[in-house]
Structures are given as structure tokens and as C-alpha cells.
């Protein structure tokens, strides 16, 4: 309720996505309870809150995850460029490359660096021959901040770099399908403090063409990278709005409590 | 509410010493600016003088509430309400330490003028600086009870120092002109009442430290100003004191 007004007080730049009302149901188990959340447009919206709160969840609603796991069941409207996802026409697969994912461990498949990035846009026939593909490998690791580091090793297996880069090879992964809209959930979580100044760096840049969703545990990674918090907690946002003012006045007592380390 | 709660119960500790050091300071301000108005008004040098070298305490005081806050910054990562709790207390502590400074600068004065002739007390000094005192009483106790409202009532009470300030002023004006061999002395009082009126200042300007602390807002209203002497120009004196005369 709380976060419903709030949504419209913040609403200032075009939403991309716009969840209304959505429910999310293990088997009998409801694990978000009616979440209403705008994402604004090249924009990085931060979700955070305690474990099991429902923040991956939610993320996989925004690309229809949720539809792999048996049992799940979806409530709810949600919209991307104003188009119902869940409608009975909606291809998934084409869904998904609209709106890519990052995992919280990074998993290259057990093929090459190259084969890892030129294999969406093979299933998604996005390149008419090899030089096509090649291009858009090249840009894609480019646009991860990896190319550099992996020009010399395209036919080396992805599994063979450090977790850092296998990350950012995941998010090379995702844009070579041309996303307009990146899902990652704790992208940084196994990282060190330098590859993750690297990933956040990257996703400050990715940000200028790209709508940003992450899900993070790291409240100092939330509040350095994100315009938007969201905050959840029991499967419900308790409070959503600019990162700045979330930690720095935020307005929920609950809110308050989880950022400063006395949630009891 | 405050810097209690947290899962981590040390960080509770390492919040609550920064506000007790706050305290302690503010308690050692409100005091050295009571002995500084003491040993004029009783014109006791002594006390002036150890009011000049306590300031030292107050500064070393200042410096461990910035090494506190330094490390809290560095250790903990501060957000929300704790964050505004230990840039508040950076913030109070510059201007305690400057309060300290004005009193210590009036001890200095005080043996000067007791190196002078006796000139007439004057009695708004005294009164100021018991307003002022009241003024950083209170406010401390906004502080330890985390009372916005106390913080904005002295907030507002600032305007009644810059009015005693300003007929002060005038006062002080006329004594000038009335016998030219007191002008030393009297420019020490004036200099002593605008050090009060300063601490006056500070306390309005942590009014607003605190009130932002606890509700993370500053006060919306415009600030009571009052004090009109940077504008007083001799000839309105001349004119007032000319209608003084007339008066008696
Ligand atoms: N596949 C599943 N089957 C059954 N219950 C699930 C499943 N996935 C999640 N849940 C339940 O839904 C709730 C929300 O889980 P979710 O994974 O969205 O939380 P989260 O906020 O991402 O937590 P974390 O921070 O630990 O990743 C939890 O109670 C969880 O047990
Ligand atoms: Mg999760």
C-alpha cells in the first residue's frame, strides 16, 4: 500500500516495466504478496532485503524464470514497454533476450569464450555469416570491459578464467542477444573487492543504453551503483524510492532497521 | 530510537561514545563560557585564565570525537539514521570546539580590561550569556533525548540573544561618546558580547544538526535573525543618543 503511493511520488521518468498486483505461489506457498514496483528506463534499480524475502523471485518474474519451476505460479500483471509479458501469444525465448540475466554464480557453458558469447545469437539467427558473429562477439566482450583481457584466448574454454572475468563473460553473454533490459541477482557475491569494482564499473557504463535490475546483499553496493532501492521484506516492497534518500532518511522503520544492521 | 538495537553490539557502543563525548563537551563549552562571563563580571583574572587553558581539553576532546567518527566511517559503513548520527557529531564537535573558543577568547579580554580603569558593568552581558548558557543546556538535552522539538524551541530563542546583542550594542555606543578614555575597555565589552552572541549562533546551527539527526529533515521555517548591528551605522547612534540626552 505504503509502496504503491510511494511509486507514483518517484515515477518521474518513463517506466520500462511496470509490475502491478503480482503474486507469486509455490505450490500452496505464497512467496510475494501483491508487488506492485515501476523500473524507470536506463536506470539501475537496486532490490534489497532480507534472505527469502522474494527479491530473486521477483526478478524472475520480469523474464518468466518462473515458468521453468514446477509448482510456480504467477498473479498479477506485468508490462514491459507496455506489453502484457504474460499474454497467451508472448514467446518466451524472445522475452528472455529482451530481458537478459546474470546470475549470482557465474556460469559459462564448458565451451569456448567465443562459442559462449556467439551462442544466443546463433539460436536467435542475429548474424547472417561468421563476420556478422564475429562482430558482435568482439563488442559484446567489449561492452563487458573483457576484451582486453580475452583477445588472445577466444578458443580457450570460458570455465578457465577467474570468477571475475567468468562474470563478466555471463554479462557478455547477455548482451550479445541486444537486451534492452538486464536482470542480475548478486552478481558480485562471489567476487573479490577488485572484480566487483570492475563488474560495478561495467554496469555504471551499461547503464547509459541498458535498464538495470540488481538484486544485492551488499547494502554499500545498492547505495554506490543504483538510482532506485526497493526494499523487501516478507514478500511484500516496504519502501521503494531514490537510492539516496533510501540511506539516507529512509521513511519505514523497517527499512531503517535492515540497512543499519538491527533487524530482529 | 538512537544508536541502540543493532545486531552487531559493539557498533551500539562505539555510537553511544561518540554521543557521550558530544555531551561531555557540550557540558565543558556551556561551563568555560559560565567562568569566562564569571571572572568579568567578578573581575577575577585567575579565573580567566584557567578558563583560557582548559580550551585545550575541549580541543583534544574535538579530536578523538573526529577519530571516533573517522573510524566508525571507515569500519562500519554507516547508513540512514547512524550515518546522520556521526556526521552530526563530526559536525557539533567543530562547532563546540569553536563555542570553546569564543569563551576562551573573552578570558582573554577579561584580563585585559582588568588591566584597565573600572568602567560601568553592563548588565546585558551577564544576561546574554545566561540565555546563551540555558541555550546549550537545552540543547544538549535535545541531544541526549533525541527531542526535535526542544532542539527547535532553542532554535527560535536565538532571535531574543541578537536583541539583547543589539540594545547592547547601542548602550555601548553611547558610553564611547560620552567618555572617549573608555573606548578600549568598552571595545572588549562589545567584542565579549558578540563572542556570546556567536555561541548563540552555534546553538541555532546545531539546532539544526540535531533536528536533521533525528527526523532527517532541516527545519523548513527561515531562520530567526535578528541581530541588525552589521548594518547599525554611527550617525543612527548619534541621533539615538541625542534623544538619550533628552531624555535624562
Ligand atoms: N523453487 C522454489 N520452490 C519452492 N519455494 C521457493 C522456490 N524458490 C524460492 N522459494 C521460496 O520463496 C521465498 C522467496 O525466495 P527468493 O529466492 O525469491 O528469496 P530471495 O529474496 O531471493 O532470497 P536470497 O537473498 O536468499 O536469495 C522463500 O521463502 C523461498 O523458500
Ligand atoms: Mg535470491
Given at each position: ?45 537496486a ?62 557453458f ?24 564475429d ?6 566482450l ?37 537486451p ?28 547509459k ?8 546483499h ?47 | ?53 582548559t ?35 563530526l ?39 545566561e ?20 532542539a ?37 565589552l562589545?567584542?565579549?558580547?558578540k ?9 541555532t ?37 541625542s534623544t ?5
Amino acid at each position: 500500500m505504503l509502496a504503491k503511493d510511494m511509486n507514483t511520488v518517484y515515477n518521474d521518468t518513463k517506466s520500462i516495466i511496470s509490475a502491478k498486483d503480482v503474486s507469486v505461489f509455490y505450490g500452496e506457498k505464497r512467496a510475494l504478496k501483491s508487488v506492485s514496483l515501476d523500473i524507470p528506463e536506463n536506470q539501475i534499480t537496486a532490490l534489497i532485503g532480507p534472505s527469502g524475502c522474494g527479491k530473486s523471485t521477483f526478478l524472475r518474474c520480469l523474464n518468466r524464470m518462473n515458468d521453468t519451476i514446477e509448482n510456480c505460479r504467477v498473479e498479477g500483471n506485468i508490462t514491459v514497454d507496455g506489453q502484457d509479458i504474460y499474454a497467451p501469444h508472448v514467446d518466451e525465448v524472445l522475452l528472455r533476450a529482451r530481458v537478459g540475466m546474470v546470475f549470482q554464480k557465474a556460469n559459462p557453458f564448458p565451451k569456448s569464450i567465443y562459442d559462449n558469447v556467439a551462442y544466443a545469437p546463433r539460436i536467435h539467427g542475429l548474424a547472417k555469416n561468421k563476420d556478422e558473429l564475429d562482430d558482435i562477439v568482439l563488442a559484446s566482450l567489449e561492452k563487458a570491459g573483457l576484451l582486453d583481457e580475452v583477445k588472445d584466448l577466444l578458443n580457450e574454454s570460458g570455465t578457465g578464467l577467474s570468477g571475475g572475468q567468468q562474470q563478466r563473460l555471463c554479462i557478455a553473454r547477455a548482451l550479445a542477444v541486444q537486451p534492452d533490459i538486464i536482470l542480475m541477482d548478486e552478481p558480485c557475491s562471489a567476487l573479490d573487492p577488485i572484480a566487483t569494482a570492475k563488474v560495478e564499473e561495467l554496469i555504471e557504463e551499461l547503464r547509459k543504453n541498458y535498464t538495470i535490475i540488481i538484486v544485492t546483499h551488499s547494502m554499500q553496493q545498492a547505495a554506490r551503483i543504483s538510482q532506485k532501492t526497493a526494499f523487501f521484506h516478507l514478500g511484500e516492497i516496504v519502501e521503494i524510492g531514490e537510492t539516496e534518500q533510501l540511506f539516507t532518511s529512509p521513511n519505514d522503520k523497517r527499512t531503517q532497521g535492515y540497512i543499519t544492521g538491527r533487524f530482529g | 530510537m538512537g544508536s541502540t538495537d543493532h545486531i552487531v553490539s559493539s557498533f551500539d557502543d562505539e555510537l553511544q561514545e561518540i554521543r557521550n563525548a558530544i555531551i561531555e563537551m557540550g557540558g565543558l563549552a556551556a561551563s568555560q563560557l559560565e567562568s569566562a562571563t564569571r571572572a568579568l563580571v567578578d573581575r577575577n583574572t585567575d579565573l580567566a585564565q584557567r578558563t583560557i587553558e582548559t580550551d585545550a581539553e575541549i580541543d583534544a576532546l574535538e579530536k578523538s570525537i573526529d577519530n571516533m567518527a573517522i573510524r566508525l566511517l571507515a569500519l562500519r559503513n554507516p547508513v540512514a539514521d547512524d550515518l546522520r548520527l556521526v556526521i552530526s557529531g563530526l559536525k557539533m564537535a567543530s562547532l563546540l570546539e569553536r563555542v570553546a573558543d569564543y569563551a576562551a577568547n573573552m578570558g582573554k579580554r577579561g584580563i585585559a580590561l582588568n588591566q584597565a580603569p573600572v568602567i560601568r558593568m553592563v548588565s546585558a552581558i551577564p544576561r546574554m550569556s545566561e540565555l546563551v548558557r540555558r541555550m546549550i543546556d537545552d540543547i544538549l538535552a535535545a541531544y541526549a533525548q533525541n527531542d526535535a522539538n526542544l532542539a527547535l524551541d532553542v532554535w527560535r530563542r536565538d532571535q531574543e540573544v541578537d536583541q539583547l546583542y543589539n540594545s547592547m550594542f547601542r548602550e555601548l555606543l553611547t558610553y564611547m561618546m560620552e567618555d572617549p578614555r573608555s573606548i578600549t575597555s568598552c571595545t572588549h565589552l562589545i567584542f565579549m558580547a558578540k563572542n556570546i552572541e556567536r555561541i548563540g549562533d552555534h546553538m541555532t546551527n546545531i539546532a539544526e544538526i540535531i533536528i536533521y539527526q533525528i527526523t532527517g529533515n532541516t527545519p523548513t521555517e527561515s531562520r530567526p535573525k535578528a541581530d541588525i548591528t552589521s548594518t547599525t551605522m554611527i550617525e543612527n547612534e548619534l541621533s539615538l543618543s541625542s534623544t538619550n540626552e533628552g531624555d535624562k
